[in-house]
């Protein structure tokens, strides 16, 4: 199996300055990577990169073709302006399908199906002519899968997706994305502060402090230096 997204000692930054220094990684079809760290350890430059919205400053990003083709969904943290986005649930969803379209002016009856059908996946169907604004923060994530679904079926790229939900909503966000993973065969990188709930649910952990302090397994993740000193931090 070839692996989705290689990276060959690779550095990600900005105006002269690396915030991820030398990461060598392997994401492969079906992987559920969570990357962990503390504030401006580099997490959310190491998104960006991933997306393709900012280039390696040295060594070799290899994204599969397929991905190259808008084989990536991606769920931002949201914003409290993001919350109050007055738009109808359907057409949350429906822009979802944007790469698709093209240079077409209106959407085509299959992506309008296409979003229907992530929407009835997701359980918001019934939700389609609500104002996205008005929704729990749960039912807006679950919103939001279904427009990230509609651009990808291959990979998910969640950026600290329980922020502001509460105990139930993270729990059922959790439920869902494990669903999308292990019945679905979605590969998941999700970045999260939320570690304990992490350990219990990803296979594999990042974790960056700039460079990578581990990379593997969570297994051996918590008998690693930076998994226990991570663990007893008072950051969790």
Not at 22 to 36: H, K
Request: proline share 3%.
């Amino acid at each position: 199996m070839k692996p989705f997204i290689t990276c060959e000692h690779v550095d990600f930054g900005y105006e002269n300055q690396d915030a991820v220094i030398d990461l060598s990684l392997e994401i492969y079809p079906g992987d559920y990577l969570c990357v962990v760290g503390e504030n401006g350890s580099g997490k959310s430059t190491l998104v960006k990169g991933l997306l393709g919205l900012i280039k390696p400053t040295s060594g070799v990003l290899t994204i599969a073709e397929g991905l190259k083709r808008g084989g990536i969904g991606y769920l931002p943290q949201q914003t409290a302006a993001q919350r109050d986005f007055p738009a109808m649930v359907r057409e949350v969803v429906l822009s979802g399908t944007l790469s698709r379209r093209g240079n077409r002016p209106f959407y085509s009856s299959a992506e309008k199906a296409l979003a229907m059908r992530n929407m009835d996946r997701l359980g918001v169907s019934e939700l389609k002519s609500r104002c996205y604004r008005e929704l729990s923060g749960g039912q807006q994530q679950r919103v939001l899968i279904a427009r990230a679904l509609c651009a990808t079926e291959q990979l998910l790229i969640l950026d600290e997706p329980t922020t502001g939900l509460d105990p139930y909503a993270i729990q059922d966000f959790y439920r869902l994305i494990r669903r999308l993973n292990r019945q679905e065969h979605i590969t998941i990188i999700m970045v999260s502060h939320d570690i304990r709930s992490v350990l219990m649910e990803a296979d594999k952990i990042l974790h960056l402090q700039r460079r990578a302090l581990f990379c593997g397994a969570v297994t051996e993740y918590l008998d690693s230096l930076a998994g226990r000193k991570f663990l007893g931090g008072d950051d969790i």
